[in-house]
């Protein structure tokens, strides 16, 4: 039961975000919306370490960590937050669907041992045919959009690059001091970038809840969620995740936000999930084939 309770909690977190970080922004801006949700998802992080008791080293192996970890994290969420301003937030999701294929092409380079079978290959190619369909439909939507959709390719880059450079690093730490101490290099700079482009006056209730719910649910409490998820299922069931939110969030911003979605855009949602559910489960339709 604590399992599914889990990872039914994952879906709901992942098909949320895109559409609370809208909802976080408006009255505020993007830069101090992010800002405030990371002082205050830090600061959960904190307390939950020290309850915990999880180990946060100082030494220079665990610094070199938080960097790549907060480095990436910074400019991957700045880039988000920036992008929502111009495209439906469901459109966030399914852009950010592709990061699978693209953090094994980092990790083809970076790590080795990461082969391109057939299927993954013709799965690349079907998510990179739905990439060109949104961004196509974006320069037929409104005049900004195309901006919006290349915002969200870029923090897709830097996360995966992000998750293959940690990987390469192979922190002994736990996931969550991992997370910790990258929040805590990226903080500082969320933080000065918001002071920069300067300071609400007031912040709409509306904001701010959308500010709170992101800080404990997406920051807090959606990364241990999903490390114990990962810890207790097989990877192809915690990979299903990416196949349901893409879908799930653009019904939300249908729902929720009146967002109107063109038929392209479904078109191209379902290019990059039938391309990820090739990417995930390709071995077991070949392995079927061999075992006939």
């Known amino acids: 039961m604590a399992v599914t309770s889990a990872y039914l909690a994952i879906i709901i977190i992942w098909s949320t975000t895109p559409l609370a970080i809208q909802w976080s922004s408006a009255g505020v801006g993007y830069e101090f919306a992010v800002a405030l949700r990371m002082v205050i998802g830090l600061a959960a992080l904190l307390i939950i370490v020290r309850l915990w008791r ?164 997406g920051s807090a409490l959606g990364f241990p969620l999903y490390y114990f998820c990962l810890k207790n299922l097989r990877a192809e069931q915690v990979a299903l995740i990416t196949l349901i939110t893409p879908v799930t969030a653009l019904l939300l911003g249908i729902w929720l936000n009146g967002e109107l979605i063109s038929i392209h855009i479904w078109i191209g949602t379902a290019f990059i999930v039938s391309g990820l559910a090739l990417y995930e489960f390709g071995h077991l339709l070949r392995n079927s084939k061999s075992q006939c």
């Open 54 to 217: 999880l180990p946060m080293p100082i030494d220079r192996d665990a610094i070199k960590v938080y960097f790549a970890g907060g480095i990436p994290l910074f400019l991957a969420m700045s880039s988000v937050y920036w992008s929502a301003q111009f495209i439906p937030s469901g459109w966030i999701a399914v852009i950010f669907g592709l990061t699978p294929f693209l953090t094994s092409v980092f990790a083809h380079f970076m790590l080795g041992g990461q082969s391109f079978t057939f299927a993954k290959s013709s799965a690349m190619l079907l998510g990179f045919i739905g990439l060109t369909i949104v961004f196509a439909e974006s320069f037929d939507a409104a005049k900004s959009s195309w901006m919006g959709v290349a915002g969200i390719c870029f923090s897709a880059v830097v996360h995966s690059f992000g998750a293959v450079t940690l990987k390469k690093l192979q922190p002994t730490m736990p996931s969550i001091s991992v997370t910790t101490g990258s929040l805590m290099v990226a903080t500082p700079l969320f933080v000065l970038s918001s002071v920069i482009h300067g300071i609400p006056n007031s912040i709409p209730d509306s904001s701010l809840k959308a500010i709170i719910y992101l800080a404990f649910m």
